[in-house]
């Protein structure tokens, strides 16, 4: 019932910038953790960055000071901002989100149960 789409993925140059959106439809109510992973082929799956009901966020360390998430004005409206573009930012980008979360939300895709199908980003040297 619920599904997640993502948007704004493309082909940039490094040192560009680039906004992801997600949208979430199928819930009347507020996610209680929302989140951005990312996977390039060959690599393991890692988590980005996520943001809980309060809007406290956390970031992996490797995004740190270049990504922000946030949330919007529309319900279960997801962004993520990203600047100063690397070449090892290359992957697929998906969003994800969970209900009725009790424990702190964390960046591991075990504590998400609903995915969307990714948007490709990739970053030219």
């Known amino acids: 019932q619920v599904q997640l789409v993502e948007s704004g993925g493309g082909s940039v140059q490094a040192g560009g910038s680039l906004r992801l959106s997600c949208a979430a439809s199928?819930?009347?109510?507020?996610?209680?953790?929302m989140a951005w992973f990312r996977q390039d082929p060959g690599k393991e799956r890692e988590g980005v960055a996520v943001?809980?009901?309060?809007?406290?966020?956390t970031y992996a360390d490797s995004v740190k000071g270049r990504f922000t998430i946030s949330k919007g004005n529309a319900k279960n409206t997801l962004y993520l901002q990203i600047n100063s573009l690397k070449p090892e930012d290359t992957a697929m980008y998906y969003c994800?989100?969970?209900?009725?979360?009790?424990?702190?939300?964390?960046?591991?895709?075990?504590?998400?149960?609903?995915w969307g199908q990714g948007t490709q980003v990739t970053v030219s040297s």
């Open positions: 943001i809980n009901a309060d809007g406290g966020t």
């Open positions: 994800a989100a969970n209900w009725h979360w009790r424990g702190g939300c964390l960046l591991q895709g075990g504590g998400y149960g609903y």
């Open positions: 199928g819930s009347s109510y507020s996610a209680t953790c």
